[in-house]
């Protein structure tokens, strides 16, 4: 190669590829592809939104004091244990720059969130993919492939794009086997969506212990994707770590100001999860009936099991066909399954509209 060389693993990162949103000659698909909240934002969100245009020449709060002070009051979780970044995707890539780089190792499960991996590529460092049973992480697949090397282990809990979630006892059981060395990142995006009595997101395990964070968004429930919020709640000298490796004004005035309004308005967020609440197990049950397999998840989206990578391509054709957008999920080492967001009313009954006739025809 000729010119400036990148360093090692750069080039054997495939550019993250989001969820399909335009469908071929069609202006108003349904977009079920991402797991964005079929609600969208709160009012409330929207209006402070708005309210920055005669301000935006102007640079956000770098601490994002009040944000975070309104992440103190909505969690009880304390604000100087917080930090906010572009989403979480900004969170995972500091970690990494932080506690990893060549010769390093970082585990994440099998079918994890994609950017753990990649991550752990742009920093140098190489990734341990631990299996999963049954679409689910197990303990013991992380701890034998922990060595001296390990400096992160990331777990997505609930994880996309299975939907599957390991319960307080096992992310327990983890960190106490985990090296006081080794950071145990608990990814808990859809945390809101789920109800089992036996789960945790983590944050009393972080308060507790040195080598635990979680990271939290405002993409899913809140319905903030476009503005990239998320947050991390770790201990003094992780957050310290975290704040000298950011950039100075990392999050935007607009996502901050929405953040706090949207952390206001608990009766819109009530909203999204009485939706979800009603219309996944509907999905579950319908798509079932017509002859699909679905991953038992907890989760805002259906992960579809079909035969094979051929059939799963068949169900994303007729989707689309249809004007509904969904994901394949081969990038994920699941060929033949297919990523499917609860919608809004009409969607889900598109959904399963054109799914019936693709599991008669392909049964």
């Known amino acids: 190669m000729a010119g400036p060389r990148p360093r090692p693993g750069i080039l054997e990162i495939d550019a993250y590829v989001g969820g399909k949103a335009e469908a071929s000659g069609r202006s108003n698909a349904a977009k079920l592809s ?3 909240s079929p609600l969208g934002p709160s009012p409330r969100a929207i209006e402070a939104y ?3 245009a005669d301000r935006l020449h102007r640079y956000p709060d770098g601490g994002s004091v009040r944000l975070r002070e309104a992440l103190g009051a909505a969690t009880g979780l304390e604000p100087e244990r917080i930090v906010c970044g572009a989403g979480s995707d900004e969170l995972i890539s500091l ?8 010769g390093d190792e970082v585990i994440h499960s099998a079918h994890g969130f994609l950017m753990y991996r990649l991550s752990t590529l742009a920093v140098g460092a190489t990734p341990v993919a631990a299996p999963e049973r049954d679409l689910t992480t197990t303990v013991d697949a992380v701890l034998e492939r922990v060595t001296e090397r390990t ?3 990331f777990l997505a809990n609930p994880n996309n794009p299975t939907g599957t979630y390991l319960p307080e006892a096992e992310i327990a059981r983890l960190q106490a086997a ?7 990142v608990l990814d ?9 009595p036996d789960y945790v997101d983590g944050t009393s395990l972080a308060r507790a212990a040195d ?3 979680v990271l939290r968004t405002f993409s899913k429930i809140m319905g ?6 998320g947050w991390a709640y770790a201990p003094p000298p992780v957050i310290d770590v975290l704040n000298r490796v950011r950039g100075p004004f990392n999050v935007s005035a607009a996502a901050q100001e929405a953040g706090v309004a949207a952390l206001g308005d608990g009766a819109h967020v009530a909203r999204a999860k009485a939706h979800n609440d009603r219309w996944r197990p509907w999905l579950e049950r319908e798509l079932e009936a017509a002859g699909f397999g679905v991953a038992p998840g907890v989760a805002n989206f259906v992960l579809l099991l079909t035969n094979d990578a051929g059939q799963a391509a068949d169900v994303l054709r007729q989707l689309e066909a249809g004007g509904t957008l969904a994901r394949g999920m081969a990038a994920y080492g699941l060929p033949h399954t297919v990523r499917i967001s609860v919608g809004l009313e009409h969607e889900n009954r598109r959904v399963v509209e054109l799914l019936g006739a693709t599991a008669a025809e392909v049964a």
């Open 95 to 102: 970690l990494l720059q932080a506690y990893a780089g060549p």
């Open 211 to 213: 080598n635990v964070v």
């Open 151 to 153: 400096r992160l282990v």
């Open 50 to 52: 708005r309210s920055l």
């Open 178 to 184: 985990l090296p006081e060395t080794t950071l145990l």
């Open 188 to 196: 808990a995006a859809y945390k809101e969506y789920v109800d089992q």
């Open 224 to 229: 903030l994707a476009a503005l990239r919020l």
């Open 34 to 36: 991402a797991n964005e």
